[in-house]
């Protein structure tokens, strides 16, 4: 977990840091679990044009790990901009 958020449970018990920390590491899986859905739903609706055989063809193989790749890419990218931004976002104290 960030220490950026652990920091802001300083002012809470002990069972309550456990309770926010264990929701938060659930939110994150669940985010994570969310983009790693719409990453496989998206590249396969997108790369996947015939159903003829067990395994991808070489376009659909070479489209898929395309796709993955870029939505990964920018997925990072939307990752480090919104952590600039944080930065910069002035702390209410």
Avoid: W
Avoid at 10 to 22: C, F, H, T, V, Y
Avoid at 56 to 63: A, I, M, P, V, W
């Amino acid at each position: 977990m960030d220490a950026n958020m652990m920091a802001g449970l300083d002012g809470l018990p002990e069972e309550d840091k456990a309770q926010m920390s264990s929701m938060i590491e659930q939110l994150q899986l669940r985010d994570s679990l969310r983009m790693y859905n719409s990453l496989v739903e998206r590249c396969f609706v997108d790369c996947v044009d015939s159903f003829t055989r067990k395994s991808l063809q070489k376009q659909e193989e070479t489209c898929v790990m395309r796709c993955a790749e870029k939505f990964l890419k920018h997925t990072m990218r939307v990752g480090m901009r919104f952590a600039e931004l944080n930065q910069n976002a002035p702390t209410q104290d």
